[in-house]
């Protein structure tokens, strides 16, 4: 598995919600989201309403910001990439959990749950023992196809 994708992966983990924003009309729109995997090609997977705005958004523009803090750590990432929603069941089955039930209280049954996966293209990060900012432009895009 690529260097970066390790890093990453790593520094999301300590994670549990970031900040999420669409494109709209009048700006970005940014919303707490939690994720629910990170795959070994660097794609966050979430679970979303395909009613919402944010799925509304990515319809219209696919590329996104998610941004994560770790504060003990003093961990700060921000990541740019394109989002997609995926109607996937068996891989909504496969990473659904008993949290989400706050947000989809039907479950796998609600007709408006979809997954939202969003492939990095530039991640940025900075990390208080290494005390600079690390830009990391170079997870291939072969990798998140």
């Not at 070994?40 to 799925?55: K, V, Y």
């Not at 997609?84 to 089955?93: R, W």
């Not at 990060?125 to 005390?131: A, F, H, R, S, T």
Request: net charge negative.
């Amino acid at each position: 598995m690529d260097n970066h994708i390790e890093r990453l992966k790593g520094m999301v983990s300590k994670c549990r919600v970031g900040m999420m924003g669409t494109h709209r009309n009048d700006g970005m729109q940014f919303t707490p989201m939690s994720h629910v995997d990170i795959d070994d090609q660097g794609s966050l997977w979430f679970f979303t309403n395909n009613n919402s705005e944010r799925a509304c958004n990515i319809q219209t523009d696919p590329s996104i910001q998610l941004t994560y803090a770790h504060e003990a750590d003093s961990t700060y990432l921000c990541i740019e990439g394109t989002a997609q929603l995926n109607f996937d069941k068996s891989k909504m089955k496969e990473l659904f959990n008993p949290y989400l039930k706050a947000w989809f209280p039907k479950g796998l049954s609600d007709p408006t749950i979809s997954l939202l996966v969003v492939r990095p293209i530039h991640v940025e990060y900075w990390i208080n023992d290494e005390n600079k900012i690390l830009r990391h432009s170079e997870i291939p895009s072969t990798s998140m196809s």
